[in-house]
């Protein structure tokens, strides 16, 4: 069957157009629309995905070494029974709790000779660490097994331990908050440790400022009967902000709840600001090379006159001639949506190949550990995506056309033919 002869003429005039300086120059300018479209939609996949891979990346760092939820006493003084509390939240929330650990944390000074830093202590009970976390899982039969009640040994992430100049074996000095009154008035309370390793979670905010030690030797530091809260893992990370919600209501109120999003909400609510804007940011620019359509079709309707005039005194209806160039339209659009989602795809896939090659090339650093978490570009392409930006390319596209296309309707034959 012959498809109706508006798709045949629309398809022949975007075929159309190099024969004659006019019509190559129209051809030009569909082209530069049509790549205009191409490279606004690449750059906003390419874009999200790398977003949406720093996220994920992050996160998953993230949720290497702290504990999906967690609950401690509001004062911050010690839980009265750990496993109790862990237990009610087990039958709080049914099937979602998968493991329980206790721990101790507070914020301390680290010493070694001239260099301090602020870490933050935290007290672990190595057994049922593993359970919670996938980097006590990891280093339960190796380095953390060196963590030892009374032994005061101490485990530094990688970073930290690089900024102190330790190395295993080597003494470092803790200094807590909380001094201690004595006749020369109030003293800071200092104890030796021993480095025991080091860990490495590739997350440069724990990588720089976390330091492990057994919760026994915590509790005696800090001076408190016991364990101050409990981590939670559960079923699904991604629930922990629900659960949480139901923990706080069906917990006692002198405990506290506090899932993992919420520890680092400011980080996760950038992230996500920037996304949106970025979303909007580079719409626009794919809007403004869709709406460079709208000089390549009223070029088009002008050169096409006699063609118009033609058609009209052949019988073809307004409607038909305005179908005729919002097909031409509509055919650059998705043809450059098209190749833009192509592009981005490609980028977006090999971007762990093609940004380390740049960074060679130019001799630089794109991602600074120090600044940007992580020292790599990750990517994470989502349909989710992927789809909504080609949709919306295809609509603003489809919207340029309009007016055009229109106008090509209301030619007058007669007018159009007098000088032909």
Do not use: C
């Given at each position: 069957?012959?498809?109706?002869?508006?798709?045949?003429?629309?398809?022949?005039?975007?075929?159309?157009?190099?024969?004659?300086?006019?019509?190559?120059?129209?051809?030009?300018?569909?082209?530069?629309?049509?790549?205009?479209?191409?490279?606004?939609?690449?750059?906003?996949?390419?874009?999200l995905s790398v977003m949406n891979g720093f996220q994920k990346e992050v996160r998953e760092r993230m949720l290497s070494v702290?504990?999906?939820?967690?609950?401690?006493?509001?004062?911050?003084?010690?839980?009265?029974?750990?496993?109790?509390?862990?237990?009610?939240?087990?039958?709080?929330?049914?099937?979602?709790?998968?493991?329980?650990?206790?721990?101790?944390?507070?914020?301390?000074?680290?010493?070694?000779?001239?260099?301090?830093?602020?870490?933050?202590?935290?007290?672990?009970?190595?057994?049922?660490?593993?359970?919670?976390?996938?980097?006590?899982?990891?280093?339960?039969?190796?380095?953390?097994?060196?963590?030892?009640?009374?032994?005061?040994?101490?485990?530094?992430?990688?970073?930290?331990?690089?900024?102190l100049g330790v190395h295993e074996g080597d003494k470092i000095t803790v200094v807590t908050p909380g001094g201690q009154v004595?006749?020369?008035?109030?003293?800071?309370?200092?104890?030796?440790?021993?480095?025991?390793?080091?860990?490495?979670?590739?997350?440069?905010?724990?990588?720089?400022?976390?330091?492990?030690?057994?919760?026994?030797?915590?509790?005696?530091?800090?001076?408190?009967?016991?364990?101050?809260?409990?981590?939670?893992?559960?079923?699904?990370?991604?629930?922990?902000?629900?659960?949480?919600?139901?923990?706080?209501?069906?917990?006692?109120?002198?405990?506290?709840?506090?899932?993992?999003?919420?520890?680092?909400?400011?980080?996760?609510?950038?992230?996500?600001?920037?996304?949106?804007?970025?979303?909007?940011?580079?719409?626009?620019?794919?809007?403004?090379?869709?709406?460079?359509?709208?000089?390549?079709?009223?070029?088009?309707?002008?050169?096409?006159?006699?063609?118009?005039?033609?058609?009209?005194?052949?019988?073809?209806?307004?409607?038909?001639?305005?179908?005729?160039?919002?097909?031409?339209?509509?055919?650059?659009?998705?043809?450059?949506?098209?190749?833009?989602?192509?592009?981005?795809?490609?980028?977006?896939?090999?971007?762990?190949?093609?940004?380390?090659?740049?960074?060679?090339?130019?001799?630089?650093?794109?991602?600074?550990?120090?600044?940007?978490?992580?020292?790599?570009?990750?990517?994470?392409?989502?349909?989710?995506?992927?789809?909504?930006?080609?949709?919306?390319?295809?609509?603003?596209?489809?919207?340029?056309?309009?007016?055009?296309?229109?106008?090509?309707?209301?030619?007058?034959?007669?007018?159009?033919?007098?000088?032909?």
């Amino acid at each position: 069957m012959n498809s109706p002869y508006e798709w045949q003429i629309g398809w022949r005039y975007t075929r159309a157009g190099r024969s004659g300086r006019r019509n190559g120059f129209i051809s030009f300018i569909s082209g530069v629309s049509m790549l205009g479209i191409a490279l606004g939609v690449a750059a906003l996949i390419i874009v999200l995905s790398v977003m949406n891979g720093f996220q994920k990346e992050v996160r998953e760092r993230m949720l290497s070494v702290i504990a999906h939820v967690e609950l401690f006493d509001a004062q911050g003084a010690a839980l009265a029974d750990w496993r109790a509390a862990a237990d009610q939240a087990r039958a709080a929330v049914p099937g979602q709790v998968l493991g329980a650990a206790p721990f101790v944390s507070a914020q301390v000074l680290l010493a070694r000779g001239d260099a301090m830093r602020g870490a933050l202590l935290r007290g672990i009970s190595p057994a049922d660490e593993a359970g919670v976390t996938p980097l006590a899982a990891q280093l339960q039969g190796s380095t953390f097994a060196k963590l030892r009640p009374g032994e005061w040994n101490v485990v530094l992430g990688i970073e930290l331990a690089r900024s102190l100049g330790v190395h295993e074996g080597d003494k470092i000095t803790v200094v807590t908050p909380g001094g201690q009154v004595t006749p020369a008035g109030t003293q800071p309370r200092l104890k030796q440790f021993t480095v025991a390793g080091t860990f490495e979670v590739g997350h440069y905010e724990y990588d720089s400022a976390l330091a492990l030690i057994h919760l026994d030797d915590a509790a005696r530091l800090l001076r408190v009967e016991g364990a101050t809260g409990v981590q939670l893992k559960l079923t699904d990370a991604q629930a922990a902000r629900a659960v949480a919600g139901r923990l706080a209501q069906a917990l006692p109120a002198d405990i506290s709840v506090r899932d993992w999003t919420r520890t680092n909400r400011n980080w996760f609510d950038a992230v996500q600001l920037e996304k949106r804007l970025m979303f909007i940011i580079l719409t626009l620019i794919v809007a403004v090379a869709a709406f460079n359509l709208v000089s390549t079709l009223v070029m088009t309707v002008t050169d096409k006159h006699a063609d118009i005039a033609i058609l009209r005194t052949l019988g073809a209806s307004p409607g038909a001639v305005m179908r005729i160039f919002m097909i031409q339209g509509a055919t650059s659009g998705i043809v450059g949506t098209a190749a833009g989602v192509a592009l981005g795809l490609l980028v977006a896939f090999n971007i762990d190949t093609l940004v380390p090659a740049l960074e060679r090339l130019l001799s630089t650093s794109f991602l600074p550990a120090s600044i940007y978490v992580i020292s790599h570009m990750p990517s994470d392409p989502q349909w989710g995506d992927i789809v909504p930006i080609a949709l919306i390319s295809l609509a603003l596209a489809f919207v340029a056309t309009i007016y055009p296309s229109w106008r090509a309707s209301r030619v007058n034959p007669a007018e159009a033919l007098r000088y032909e």
